[in-house]
T-cell receptor
């Protein structure tokens, strides 16, 4: 079983739609949680950190459920420019990143 | 600030050749790491460093060496290139607290023929 699991997609949604991604992690000692965005043939870029209290950044909302070892990302009012692969990432006690396989999002006109 | 700079961006090697992938950061980050990304495999940790003079192995270290003589630089050496090392390599750095996530370089696309 992979340490961080994501549905690979692709999720094909129309502009303006709301889309949600989920991620589960197996290491209960994981300490920090992030969503990264990766465009085709580019480096991953930090989208947002994820906290148990939930956090929002514009159209993006992230949530962490430590009891269920579950992380979510909600994107509202999808834009064409949101098309990318979204990577769920956790860190262990040594602050090393463990990546999920990524979920591909395609937003269509 | 330049952030994390990787060179070269592209490289083609013949089997058995050696080379060094360069990585430099100007953010005074303590932690640096190297990942490789292969289709269907996601990003996997090769080696990492928590500070100058300290390195350790990640998930897939075989065939690679690293050193960290300064805070800024973290080169990755391929000792004897093999076709299985064809991949995209990313260097990343962060503060030791980790709460701000890692910053990635733009990557090196390596092909071994």
């Amino acid at each position: 079983r992979k340490e961080v699991e994501q549905d690979p997609g692709p999720f094909n949604v129309p502009e303006g739609a709301t889309v949600a991604f989920n991620c589960t992690y197996s290491n209960s000692a994981s300490q920090s949680f992030f969503w990264y965005r990766q465009d085709c043939r580019k480096e991953p870029k930090l989208l947002m950190s994820v906290y148990s209290s939930g956090n929002e950044d514009g159209r993006f909302t992230a949530q962490l459920n430590r009891a269920s070892q579950y992380i979510s990302l909600l994107i509202r009012d999808s834009k064409l420019s949101d098309s990318a692969t979204y990577l769920c990432v956790v860190t262990n006690a040594g602050n090393m990143l463990t990546f999920g396989g990524g979920t591909r999002l395609m937003v269509k006109p | 600030n330049a952030g994390v700079t990787q060179t070269p961006k592209f490289q083609v090697l013949k089997t058995g050749q050696s080379m060094t992938l360069q990585c430099a950061q100007d953010m005074n980050h303590e932690y640096m790491s190297w990942y490789r990304q292969d289709p269907g495999m996601g990003l996997r940790l090769i080696h990492y460093s928590v500070g100058a003079g300290i390195t350790d192995q990640g998930e897939v270290p075989n065939g690679y060496n690293v050193s960290r003589s300064t805070t800024e630089d973290f080169p990755l050496r391929l000792l004897s290139a093999a076709p299985s090392q064809t991949s995209v390599y990313f260097c990343a750095s962060s503060y030791s607290t980790g709460r701000d996530g890692y910053t990635f370089g733009s990557g090196t696309r390596l092909t071994v023929v």
